[in-house]
């Protein structure tokens, strides 16, 4: 396995660590008089090549000191962060990206947030899952929902998406947000 990165995109992979899961074949890219570059290698995968994003996972402390620098606080019904408690929030295993999207909300919207749910047992399964670190739950606020309607698109379902592809779903008492990206970080 190879790791990929181009000089565009050497602070994303460096980011997300891109690792290709199989023998990539790498391609030169031309320059402006048609020859190929040897410094500026393009990845050109097959139709079946499958290419898999490792990401950085965090601890809780870790996770819990970069939210707190950012000023986002949490909170949990059982008041603890044991992650095989679903009344606690937990931040065990979260990926950075997740954490630095929550950021880059923050920052963006300029509202206060609190998040209610983390990598805890208790959220519904699959790939992209609170516990594998890719989804937070944070507590309703009129600043954060005016945010999501006047900045991301409607998608139908209560659902509304950002410019980088990340989910904002608004389930009642909170809202649920899977960071496929940092957000714009």
């Given amino acids: 396995m190879r790791v990929f990165t181009r000089a565009l995109g050497v602070l994303a992979a460096a980011a997300v660590g891109v690792v290709l899961a199989a023998s990539p074949a790498f391609a030169t890219a ?14 050109t995968p097959d139709a079946d090549t499958q290419v898999a994003l490792l990401v950085t996972k965090l601890t ?3 996770a819990t000191a970069q939210l707190t620098a950012s000023g986002i606080t949490w909170s949990s019904s059982g008041n603890c962060s044991d992650r095989n ?13 997740t954490i630095q999207g929550a950021q880059t909300l923050k920052s963006a919207s300029g509202c206060g947030l609190n998040i209610t749910g983390g990598t805890e047992v208790g959220h519904a399964a699959g790939t992209y899952s609170h516990y594998n670190g890719y989804k937070l739950d944070f507590a309703l606020s009129t600043c954060l929902t ?3 309607h006047n900045t991301f698109t ?3 379902g209560d659902k509304w998406e950002s410019a980088s592809g990340n ?5 009642s008492n909170h809202w649920d947000v899977t960071y496929y990206t940092c957000g714009g970080c």
């Fill in 30 to 43: 031309p320059t402006a008089t048609g020859a190929a570059s040897e410094h500026d290698p393009v990845f």
């Fill in 60 to 62: 809780h402390a870790q």
């Fill in 85 to 97: 408690n679903a009344t606690c929030t937990s931040f065990e295993q979260v990926n950075q990206s």
């Fill in 146 to 148: 005016n945010y999501i």
């Fill in 154 to 156: 409607s998608i139908g």
């Fill in 167 to 171: 989910i904002y779903y608004y389930e």
